[in-house]
Every structure is written in structure tokens, then in C-alpha cells.
């Protein structure tokens, strides 16, 4: 802990100057205040970093509120997107705030104001301070579908004393596979604080999306000739071009959507696209597609079900560069028949049981993505579709949540969450 502190010393610069480009309200949550009005009973402060994981832990959240009407649901995010995600959900008792950064000054005042119950970390949202302080108090730290790619493991592994800390402070762990558990319990994590597995993702339902502009954009991005970028990152968009332009000179009837993990990157991608010589549009300055747009760069936040609606096929980004790959549960839940490339540590059980099955594509560059978009005509999209769909309900979590809710209710002592 000691090693971590002073690196937290050393970033006061960065996090000052966040803090001034976020502005006075963003910057007051992020610093701990703002703990707003009077609570009638318990507090569960539940972080998620971004609107996937947000998304997936909304069935959690709304649950939660459902099983205790004087509980009060305390949700953090890393994002003002996920802010605006959080109060469009329209819930009572849920306060939506920014995280508070991981400085015991600041959680000081963060917990004493809000006094949470428990705190549940969603996937690898492990931060040091915040989880030992609560476990200080003797309040219980609860991570659900826990991720821990070996990558993540081997960075954890140089601080052996770090990790032991941080792994001591979990009162409670559901990883989302083996793997990842077997990592938690190599780092410290007391063998008997670890339960069933969970993949609070596996419950994911198609997105909001608004269907009006989905049959719109449908006249002309026809879902049977439309492909999906998704979430994709640096290093990858550049070799998806390249396939898709070889195919799509062979097949003139085909559009790209391409949706970067994070739009701040537009201007970059767009540069590569124009590099093409293909018509294209840009939803973030407000451009519509037209019968003679080839790619649509969709550089926004918070409107991927939409895109997903819109595409046949969907290539799942982070996968070619390796970041691990993002979720197939979300696409597959649309219907879309899946490809990916071969970096899919975040969720390589499912990714592993999709091979199998032969409800996904693998691809490794451009030329591979070719002749995945040439093979991949109407029937067989529907086909790959129905089978992805198959292998996605068999690793659903069937107990639901009850048991997950009983567990919780257990560790937080005082609520009233347990099951009538």
C-alpha cells in the first residue's frame, strides 16, 4: 500500500487538471462531495466503470431496490456518459454520482457522508484505498463477475504485497470464469471468500434503441449487407478497412458502420477512411447517411443497440489489437452473427464454447475479414446467428439472481433484502 500511495502522490498534477477540464459539478463528486439528502435505510454502493458494465449490472441494481424499499442504491461510474446512461434509467432511490478518486482523504469524506452498508465492484474495478478503508469499517466488499485476464494477473503478481492487501479486503468474489478465478485465488484471495461463478452479462437483453431512426438508417444500411465495428480500438480499424474495401469492391452492396471504443478517436478514423476514396458520413457532426454513403463512422456514445439492430454481422472489437475482446452477449442478443479476431482473454469461456459450436468467425487481418464478408450472405448470417443465440443461452446464469441477492443480504447484516 505504501508503493501505491506515493504513485497516487505522484499523479495529484493529472487528477488536478481532470479535475479542472471536468468542471466545478464533476469535480465537487469527484473529490467525495455532494452526498445528498437524507437516506431512510440502508446504502449499497455499487461502482461500475462504463455503460457495458453498468448495463449488465442494471437487473442487479433494479432488483436490489425492488427486494428493500428503504434501500438506497449509491451507483458510481467513471464517465459522464454513464451519469447520463444512469438517469435516463428514471429509478428511485438510485443516486448516480462519479467515482470519487482513490485518495483516503477524499473517501473519507465520501463514505462518511454517505455511510454506504456495502460496496460491490463490478468485472476488475479493484482500487486499493476505497476497499481497505471499507473493510477498516467492517463493512463488507463484494465483486461480481470478477474478471482477471492473465495479463492483469502478471501486472498484480510485481506488488505481491499489494495484491495480498487488496485480495484480503473481499469479503465476497464471483469470478466470470475459471480462469479468472484461479487468478484471484493465486493473488491472495482467501479460498473460502470465493463463490459460484457469474457473468453478470450473460443476462444482458437487447438495448434501447430508437426505432424510429432504425428504420430510417435501414433504408439505407439494409441489415442483410450492413457490417458492424465494434468497440474497435488503435491498430485495428486500419486492417478491417483494408478487408472491407477488398470485399466491398466485389460486392458493391455492402456498408460499414464503424463504432470506436472511444470517439474522442474520430478524427483519427476518419482520416483513415477518407484514405479509402469511399463515401462516407459522420454521425458525430451530425451527418446522415444517403444510398451512396459506403461507410458510416458512428463516433458517438450510448447508441451501439442501434448499430447492432442495423448490422447482420458484427466483427467484436479489442479482439484484433490485444485487448482482450469486448462481450458477445450484446451483439448475439441482437441476433447478429459474430466475428472476432484472436485476443478474447476478457471472456474466453464463451468465446471458446462459440468456436466450438461454430457460431462465430475468427479472423486474424484484413484478408481473413474478406472473405469472411463474402461468405457470410443472408442464410448464413441468420444460420451462424441461431447457433451464436443457442450457445448464449446455455451459459446463462439459470438460478437468476435469488441466490446472488441472499448473499448480499447476508454480508450487509441490516437490510431487508432477504427473500420472503
Known amino acids: 500500500m505504501f508503493l501505491y500511495r506515493i504513485l497516487l502522490a505522484l499523479a495529484v498534477p493529472f487528477f488536478a487538471f481532470r479535475l479542472w477540464r471536468e468542471g466545478e459539478d464533476a469535480a465537487r463528486q469527484r473529490l467525495g462531495g455532494d452526498s445528498g439528502g437524507a437516506r431512510r435505510g440502508a446504502v449499497i454502493w455499487l461502482h461500475a466503470a462504463s455503460n457495458g458494465e453498468l448495463t449488465a449490472a442494471r437487473p442487479l441494481i433494479g432488483a436490489l431496490l425492488e427486494r428493500d424499499p428503504r434501500l438506497t442504491c449509491l451507483v458510481t461510474c467513471n464517465s459522464a456518459t454513464g451519469l447520463d446512461l444512469l438517469h435516463g434509467w428514471g429509478l428511485e432511490r438510485l443516486e448516480a454520482r462519479l467515482a470519487p478518486l482513490d485518495y483516503r482523504i477524499v473517501l473519507r469524506r465520501f463514505i462518511g457522508g454517505w455511510q454506504p452498508d456495502l460496496l460491490i465492484l463490478i468485472e476488475n474495478e479493484l482500487w486499493p484505498n476505497r476497499m481497505t478503508m471499507m473493510q477498516t469499517l467492517r463493512r463488507p466488499v463484494v465483486v461480481l463477475s ?24 473481499i469479503s465476497w ?64 480499424e486500419a486492417g478491417l478497412l483494408r478487408g472491407f474495401v477488398d470485399a466491398q469492391s466485389r460486392n458493391p452492396e455492402l456498408r460499414l458502420i464503424l463504432a470506436p471504443r472511444h470517439p474522442r478517436r474520430g478524427s ?16 458525430s457532426a451530425g451527418e446522415k447517411p444517403d444510398r451512396d454513403t459506403v461507410i458510416y463512422l458512428a463516433d458517438t456514445l450510448g447508441e451501439m443497440p442501434l448499430w447492432y439492430e442495423l448490422a447482420g454481422i458484427v466483427f467484436v472489437g479489442g479482439s484484433l489489437a490485444p485487448r482482450g475482446g469486448h462481450t458477445p452477449f450484446e451483439p448475439a442478443a441482437h441476433g447478429c452473427a459474430l466475428l472476432h479476431g484472436p485476443h478474447l482473454e476478457n471472456f474466453a469461456e464463451i468465446y471458446a464454447a462459440l468456436e466450438a459450436a461454430q457460431a462465430s ?31 448464449i443461452d446455455e ?18 447484516g441490516d437490510t431487508d433484502l432477504r427473500r420472503k
Open 146 to 169: 470478477a474478471r482477471m485476464s492473465a495479463r492483469s494477473a502478471a501486472r498484480w503478481g510485481r506488488l505481491p504485497g499489494l495484491a495480498r492487501t487488496v485480495m484480503q479486503a
Open 268 to 283: 483519427e478514423i476518419a482520416a483513415l477512411i477518407q484514405r479509402t476514396r469511399l463515401p462516407f458520413a459522420t454521425r
Open 173 to 236: 468474489l464471483s469470478a466470470q470464469d475459471s480462469a479468472s478465478a484461479a487468478r484471484f485465488l493465486s493473488l491472495g484471495l482467501p479460498e473460502e471468500r470465493l463463490g459460484e461463478a457469474l457473468n453478470l452479462k450473460t443476462g444482458v437483453a437487447p438495448g434501447d434503441f430508437d426505432a424510429r431512426e432504425r428504420d430510417n438508417l435501414s433504408v439505407v444500411l439494409p441489415r442483410a449487407t450492413t457490417v458492424l465495428a465494434a468497440s474497435t480500438h488503435e491498430g485495428e
Open 395 to 412: 451459459h446463462r446464469n439459470d438460478a437468476g439472481l435469488a441466490p446472488l441477492l441472499d448473499k448480499i443480504a447476508e454480508l450487509a
Open 361 to 391: 468467425v475468427r479472423i486474424d487481418g484484413a484478408t481473413a475479414f474478406t472473405k469472411a464478408l463474402l461468405r457470410l450472405g443472408p442464410a448464413v448470417q441468420k444460420e451462424l446467428a441461431a447457433r451464436g443465440a443457442d450457445i
